[in-house]
């Protein structure tokens, strides 16, 4: 196997472009450089900036025929916190157009259901309809949406007032990958070989990612991301819009793009600014350079809890409590208390005031340049060639 995870797929070489000379040298050449303007935060006009709500809808329309896999939203995890989870185990949790989709409905309805007038969001509802009750109006999913939801591990066939009590309650989501698998290997390349890997197409899906990973960050809810094994790639990127990170013992998370000859196409340059420091982020985004689970991590501030090998989501779980809890329930009978709930929205307000303070307009100009340069490279000779390399050394 390659150094880093990825979905296998055999692309015919035929359709690759001539492989250019040196290609050590198109990565000293290209990409550093690429990341080094990104970390700069340069400020000018960029191409592929999608925000329109109807562009962004009929692009998840064409994402849904793209691959298998789904996303589960468990909102009865636990008292005060829902589990999300990337379901592609097969394929290391790496996302398909399907599952992309499907996490923008997801962010629909958690931007419904925790705040009815969300500022900053530039897609609202569009995965939603409203169905009248006795009790009054729940959102549902749109019938395309593949979204499961879910209430203490059991399939929500109809949201009704128990799912909207508890939906009220929540303070906090845990971002996970299914069946201890990866956290997530970044796109699923094997179900996109012939949908997703030319530049427009890879713009395209840059701006709906980076839109829904932004609106995520900005919920009224506190996050962490439950990581087992590995984030690679893509995945990375995607520990970076939650709040808080909980890395397994010998989970690894990499950023590979430059060993793919691309970028961060997710954002993920651009929130990883707001994690650490910038020698550091520089050093994680253009030399690859690993985050291990371990105390080095949580010393570094990327992450704030380690958990034993395959505890991830139950360590994260009891990380979230601060959040839930002013005075935990008894857990046993010389303690029967019932505990005391935080002020549910006290907690979202800290959230929201610290989403407020964050710099959008820095992070916008620098997202931006994430998706021209992503535009540059993706789909390129070099971008393609080490696809091809990757997976054949997979084979």
């Known amino acids: 196997m390659s150094s880093f995870t990825l979905a296998r797929c055999s692309l015919p070489k035929a359709s690759l472009l001539s492989h250019l000379n040196n290609t050590s040298n198109l990565r000293t050449a290209i990409v550093l450089p690429a990341f080094t303007s990104i970390l700069h935060g340069q400020r000018r006009q960029y191409a592929c900036r999608i925000t329109h709500p109807t562009k962004l809808g009929q692009l998840r329309?064409?994402?849904?025929?793209?691959?298998?896999?789904?996303?589960?939203?468990?909102?009865?995890?636990?008292?005060?916190?829902?589990?999300?989870?990337?379901?592609?185990?097969?394929?290391?949790?790496?996302?398909?157009?399907?599952?992309?989709?499907?996490?923008?409905?997801?962010?629909?309805?958690?931007?419904?259901?925790?705040?009815?007038?969300?500022?900053?969001?530039?897609?609202?509802?569009?995965?939603?309809?409203?169905?009248?009750?006795?009790?009054?109006?729940?959102?549902?999913?749109?019938?395309?949406?593949?979204?499961?939801?879910?209430?203490?591990?059991?399939?929500?066939?109809?949201?009704?007032?128990?799912?909207?009590?508890?939906?009220?309650?929540?303070?906090?989501?845990?971002?996970?990958?299914?069946?201890?698998?990866?956290?997530?290997?970044?796109?699923?390349?094997?179900?996109?070989?012939?949908?997703?890997?030319?530049?427009?197409a890879g713009a395209e899906m840059s701006a709906l990612m980076v839109s829904t990973l932004t609106r995520f960050l900005r919920l009224p809810l506190l996050t962490i991301a439950a990581v087992e094994k590995a984030a690679i790639g893509g995945g990375a990127e995607m520990t970076t819009f939650c709040d808080h990170r909980c890395l397994a013992d010998q989970s690894r998370v990499q950023f590979v793009q430059t060993q793919m000859g691309v970028v961060t196409g997710w954002g993920g340059a651009s929130r990883l600014l707001n994690i650490v420091s910038r020698s550091h982020a520089l050093r994680l985004l253009a030399s690859a350079e690993p985050i291990l689970g371990g105390q080095t991590a949580v010393d570094s501030g990327f992450a704030q809890v380690i958990a034993p090998k395959g505890q991830a989501v139950e360590t994260a779980t009891e990380y979230m409590q601060q959040y839930v809890w002013e005075k935990r329930p008894g857990h046993d009978q010389n303690d029967p208390s019932r505990g005391e709930r935080r002020c549910i929205g006290a907690v979202r307000a800290m959230k929201r005031i610290v989403s407020h303070g964050f710099?959008?307009?820095?992070?916008?100009?620098?997202?931006?340049?994430?998706?021209?340069?992503?535009?540059?490279?993706?789909?390129?000779?070099?971008?393609?060639?080490?696809?091809?390399?990757?997976?054949?050394?997979?084979?």
């Open 61 to 200: 329309a064409r994402l849904r025929k793209i691959g298998q896999g789904h996303i589960e939203l468990d909102l009865g995890h636990a008292p005060g916190l829902a589990l999300l989870t990337l379901r592609n185990p097969e394929k290391h949790n790496a996302l398909t157009g399907k599952m992309m989709a499907e996490l923008a409905d997801c962010i629909d309805f958690l931007e419904e259901s925790t705040d009815p007038s969300p500022s900053g969001a530039s897609v609202t509802s569009m995965a939603l309809e409203t169905a009248a009750s006795q009790d009054g109006d729940f959102p549902r999913l749109h019938p395309d949406s593949g979204l499961i939801l879910k209430s203490a591990g059991k399939v929500i066939k109809k949201l009704d007032q128990e799912h909207a009590d508890i939906l009220k309650d929540l303070v906090g989501i845990i971002v996970t990958g299914a069946d201890h698998k990866s956290y997530c290997a970044g796109l699923d390349v094997a179900a996109s070989k012939t949908t997703l890997l030319t530049s427009f």
């Open 359 to 395: 710099d959008y307009e820095r992070v916008d100009s620098v997202t931006d340049l994430e998706k021209t340069l992503f535009k540059q490279l993706w789909g390129g000779a070099d971008n393609l060639a080490r696809v091809e390399a990757a997976f054949s050394k997979g084979k």
